[in-house]
């Protein structure tokens, strides 16, 4: 009997070190366990001015997807990681922004100044045949 409530605590430790492991990659490495969806057509790239940001809605949720003066795109969650207020694209700062808190980070996503404590989440921007995708 003792042998197997040690098994039982054993068992109680290690998914308590599974959920610790799933914890820090959730909340500390953004776009990590995400599930990989169908990617979702958003328009052709010529309808995407370069040094330019848009919000986009999918399925309900804002994406901000900008592009960039090289002609690159990036896409990133448009909610601000401080208190979830929507994140616009500044030209005159190349940063993104969010008015509510005066938060800002740079093209890449991370948080470089203000209160939000973390990066954006970052999406995968698919160009196939003149067209914009993103993986979500």
């Given at each position: 009997?003792?042998?197997?409530?040690?098994?039982?605590?054993?068992?109680?430790?290690?998914?308590?070190i599974?959920?610790?492991?799933?914890s820090?990659?959730?909340i500390?490495?953004?776009?990590?366990?995400?599930?990989?969806?169908?990617?979702?057509?958003?328009?052709k790239?010529?309808?995407?001015?370069?040094?330019?940001?848009?919000?986009?809605?999918?399925?309900k949720?804002?994406?901000?997807?900008?592009?960039?003066?090289?002609?690159?795109?990036?896409?990133?969650?448009?909610?601000?990681?401080?208190k979830?207020?929507?994140?616009?694209?500044?030209?005159?700062?190349?940063?993104?922004?969010?008015?509510?808190?005066?938060?800002?980070f740079?093209?890449?996503?991370?948080?470089?100044?203000?209160?939000?404590p973390?990066?954006?989440?970052?999406?995968?921007?698919?160009?196939?045949?003149?067209?914009?995708?993103?993986?979500?």
């Amino acid at each position: 009997m003792i042998r197997s409530r040690r098994k039982f605590l054993e068992g109680i430790v290690k998914l308590g070190i599974i959920g610790a492991f799933y914890s820090f990659f959730k909340i500390f490495v953004p776009g990590t366990l995400k599930s990989q969806e169908k990617p979702i057509k958003i328009g052709k790239v010529d309808e995407f001015k370069p040094d330019t940001g848009k919000i986009i809605r999918i399925d309900k949720k804002p994406v901000l997807l900008l592009r960039l003066e090289n002609g690159e795109f990036r896409a990133f969650s448009g909610f601000c990681t401080h208190k979830n207020c929507i994140v616009q694209y500044r030209s005159d700062m190349k940063a993104i922004w969010c008015a509510c808190h005066k938060g800002k980070f740079d093209l890449e996503g991370k948080n470089i100044e203000g209160p939000p404590p973390r990066p954006l989440d970052r999406f995968r921007v698919i160009i196939e045949k003149g067209e914009v995708y993103i993986a979500m």
